[in-house]
């Protein structure tokens, strides 16, 4: 092999790092090309999925009814809305995925508190700033705009009043919580410019007139225009507490959902199961993991040492990829990378069973090694790519239907399947070059299991 100890140095090197960051939680690399940044600046710790860790699972579906289409935009738009809401929550490590047409499946690890979370994603949050002229509608008052109707009149058939909408939510650029000089809580927020215009020219026509803040079509609060607001800058005033302040001002920052969301079906994970389902996943990686090591060392003697060795490196690889990516574990995860360690070893066998048939042969072990590994190549790479295909079979059904545990087993296994691939071709090969290139092979046969 040519580059041996180019390779063995970098095998090395990369064992170091890979050990420096398993047994890490959190890791800062600097920019050699800026002193006062980081190429990576963030928490490592191990990422569990709900089945470990315990959380809520809850199925989300379009509030419409069931002849009427829901577009895959609009699906796809609500998911990203939900989960940038849940991330703006603090929920972290969330996890939704659109199932169907008109579903979605969300998880949330860790979750205290499930129902304050999906009440939160739910609400369509729609804000609208309402011309009342001088006669405003008492706060908490529900009313009817003109709002997404085309061409409507200012007031029905019934005679019911409906107000009319200057500008929707959509006009926001930020929104945040603050406090008012008398301690009460309140959102301060900027528009965007094409809304600040509107704005400006609305407010200027229109003083000594009550704007009011309608949310979900409820009356928040009733200003009346002091004076022309041409900076486009505002602040919201209502009875908030600081928790209802920060859901509003999430809601406001992600947006209003395309469509409205109904609960379907949620259930609580709880803790206990999630770290007894981890402990005895962990049992069963260990099992499996020190019996393979077992296995080869008595049937291959020499070269199956070799090959636990490579194994263990492509164990420490395996977990610092699943930190650094991140990969968030789950119980059928788990199972793709206990799986995967078999594919690591399958390559390993079939290299060192044309080992044995080329040093029948008569050639020495240098010879023997590389024509070992070049003819157990192509079965290798066959059989590895058939698994790398169902994984990508797997992947895309598991993302079309929102089943996360197919995709957990998918991942795990794709990268377990990568990284055998290079701990046979490259890990395991350096190193029976590196320990038997200097052995004579007609002094130890035992060794060989010949």
């Given at each position: 092999?040519?580059?041996?100890n180019?390779?063995?140095?970098?095998?090395?090197?990369?064992?170091?790092?890979?050990?420096?960051v398993?047994?890490?939680?959190?890791?800062k690399?600097?920019?050699?090309?800026?002193?006062?940044?980081?190429?990576?600046?963030?928490?490592?710790?191990?990422?569990?999925?709900?089945?470990?860790?315990?959380?809520l699972q809850?199925?989300?579906?379009?509030?419409?009814?069931a002849?009427?289409p829901?577009?895959?935009?609009?699906?796809?738009?609500?998911?990203?809305?939900?989960?940038?809401?849940a991330?703006?929550?603090g929920v972290?490590?969330?996890?939704?995925?659109?199932?169907g047409?008109?579903?979605?499946?969300a998880?949330?690890?860790?979750?205290?508190?499930?129902?304050?979370?999906?009440?939160?994603?739910?609400?369509?949050?729609?804000?609208?700033?309402?011309?009342?002229?001088?006669?405003?509608?008492?706060?908490?008052?529900?009313?009817?705009?003109?709002?997404?109707?085309a061409?409507s009149?200012?007031?029905?058939?019934?005679?019911?009043?409906?107000?009319?909408?200057?500008?929707?939510?959509?006009?926001?650029?930020?929104?945040?919580?603050?406090?008012?000089?008398?301690?009460?809580?309140?959102?301060?927020?900027?528009?965007?410019p094409?809304?600040?215009?509107?704005?400006?020219?609305?407010?200027?026509?229109?003083?000594?007139?009550?704007?009011a803040?309608?949310?979900?079509?409820?009356?928040?609060?009733?200003?009346?225009?002091?004076?022309?607001?041409?900076?486009?800058?505002?602040?919201i005033?209502?009875?908030?507490?600081?928790?209802?302040?920060?859901?509003?001002?999430?809601?406001?920052r992600?947006?209003a959902?395309?469509?409205?969301?109904?609960?379907?079906?949620?259930?609580?994970?709880g803790?206990?199961?999630?770290?007894?389902?981890?402990?005895?996943?962990?049992?069963?990686?260990?099992?499996?993991?020190?019996?393979?090591i077992?296995?080869?060392?008595?049937?291959?003697?020499?070269?199956?040492?070799?090959?636990?060795?490579?194994?263990?490196?492509?164990?420490?690889?395996?977990?610092?990829?699943?930190?650094?990516?991140?990969?968030?574990?789950?119980?059928?995860?788990?199972?793709?990378?206990?799986?995967?360690?078999?594919?690591?070893?399958?390559?390993?066998?079939?290299?060192?069973?044309?080992?044995?048939?080329?040093?029948?042969?008569?050639?020495?072990l240098?010879?023997?090694?590389?024509?070992?590994w070049?003819?157990?190549?192509?079965?290798?790479?066959?059989?590895?790519?058939?698994?790398?295909?169902?994984?990508?079979?797997?992947?895309?059904?598991?993302?079309?239907?929102?089943a996360?545990?197919?995709?957990g087993f998918?991942?795990?296994?794709?990268?377990?399947?990568?990284?055998?691939?290079?701990?046979?071709?490259?890990?395991?090969?350096?190193?029976?070059?590196?320990?038997?290139?200097g052995?004579?092979?007609?002094?130890?046969?035992?060794?060989?299991?010949?």
């Amino acid at each position: 092999m040519r580059n041996k100890n180019t390779w063995l140095v970098i095998i090395i090197l990369l064992i170091a790092f890979s050990l420096w960051v398993d047994f890490s939680k959190y890791i800062k690399i600097p920019n050699p090309l800026n002193d006062s940044q980081y190429l990576v600046d963030r928490n490592i710790d191990i990422q569990l999925g709900l089945d470990l860790r315990g959380g809520l699972q809850a199925l989300l579906e379009a509030d419409v009814p069931a002849d009427s289409p829901v577009a895959a935009e609009d699906m796809q738009n609500a998911k990203n809305i939900l989960q940038n809401r849940a991330n703006a929550l603090g929920v972290s490590e969330v996890l939704m995925q659109t199932a169907g047409d008109r579903r979605i499946v969300a998880e949330f690890p860790g979750v205290t508190n499930p129902e304050e979370v999906v009440t939160a994603l739910k609400q369509t949050a729609l804000l609208e700033f309402v011309d009342m002229g001088t006669t405003p509608a008492a706060v908490g008052t529900t009313v009817k705009t003109d709002f997404g109707v085309a061409n409507s009149p200012a007031t029905t058939e019934t005679g019911e009043i409906i107000y009319h909408t200057v500008m929707a939510g959509t006009g926001l650029k930020t929104a945040a919580v603050g406090r008012s000089s008398a301690g009460e809580y309140l959102i301060s927020f900027e528009l965007k410019p094409d809304a600040t215009i509107v704005f400006s020219e609305y407010t200027t026509s229109h003083q000594q007139q009550y704007l009011a803040i309608v949310l979900d079509k409820q009356v928040v609060s009733t200003p009346v225009i002091q004076n022309p607001i041409t900076d486009g800058s505002g602040q919201i005033s209502g009875n908030f507490t600081q928790d209802t302040a920060q859901t509003l001002a999430v809601q406001l920052r992600s947006g209003a959902l395309p469509i409205p969301i109904k609960v379907v079906e949620s259930r609580t994970v709880g803790p206990t199961l999630g770290e007894e389902s981890l402990r005895k996943s962990i049992l069963a990686g260990i099992i499996g993991l020190s019996v393979t090591i077992l296995f080869m060392g008595l049937y291959y003697r020499l070269p199956g040492v070799i090959a636990d060795l490579a194994l263990i490196c492509y164990a420490i690889f395996s977990l610092m990829l699943f930190k650094m990516i991140p990969v968030v574990l789950t119980l059928p995860g788990i199972a793709g990378f206990i799986l995967s360690v078999g594919m690591a070893v399958d390559a390993n066998v079939l290299i060192f069973e044309r080992l044995k048939e080329e040093l029948r042969s008569g050639r020495n072990l240098r010879q023997a090694i590389d024509l070992a590994w070049s003819r157990a190549w192509p079965s290798i790479r066959d059989s590895n790519t058939s698994t790398l295909i169902t994984c990508l079979i797997l992947f895309f059904l598991g993302n079309t239907f929102g089943a996360s545990i197919v995709k957990g087993f998918s991942v795990t296994l794709a990268l377990g399947v990568f990284l055998s691939l290079f701990t046979a071709i490259i890990v395991t090969r350096t190193f029976l070059h590196t320990v038997l290139d200097g052995i004579k092979l007609a002094d130890h046969p035992r060794w060989f299991g010949l």
